[in-house]
């Protein structure tokens, strides 16, 4: 079975920082592109950032460009989104997804729980 877990959400103030991490399990994506959406309260899921399977590419949205980094590591199969300059419209459950496909062209075929995280203005 595979899974998706996300960790590393919180309540931050704003321009604070957050680590998410994603840990996957019951098969690889070492060979996959692996990324990040989020879903704020009464809005619909949105595209944050995804990563090549090599780690060389990443695709992020306009919001997060230049604030978040995602980044890989394939020998422990998890997929990280490091979140800086945190603001109250970051607030969101942030939810992982990997699966086949192009790091341009998300989403992917599985998807995490979800994990939260809220920014205080």
């Known amino acids: 079975q595979v899974q998706l877990v996300e960790s590393g959400g919180g309540l931050v103030q704003a321009g604070g920082s957050l680590r998410l991490s994603c840990a996957a399990s019951?098969?690889?994506?070492?060979?996959?592109?692996m990324g990040w959406f989020r879903q704020a309260p009464g809005k619909e899921r949105e595209f944050v950032a995804t990563i090549s399977w090599t780690g060389g590419n990443t695709y992020y949205a306009d919001s997060v460009k230049g604030r978040f980094t995602i980044s890989r590591d394939n020998a422990k199969n998890t997929v990280y989104l490091q979140m800086n300059s945190l603001k109250p419209e970051d607030t969101a459950v942030y939810y992982c997804n990997a699966g086949r496909g192009s790091f341009k062209k998300p989403p992917y075929d599985y998807w995490g729980q979800g994990t939260q995280v809220t920014v205080s203005s």
């Open positions: 019951g098969r690889t994506f070492s060979s996959n592109p």
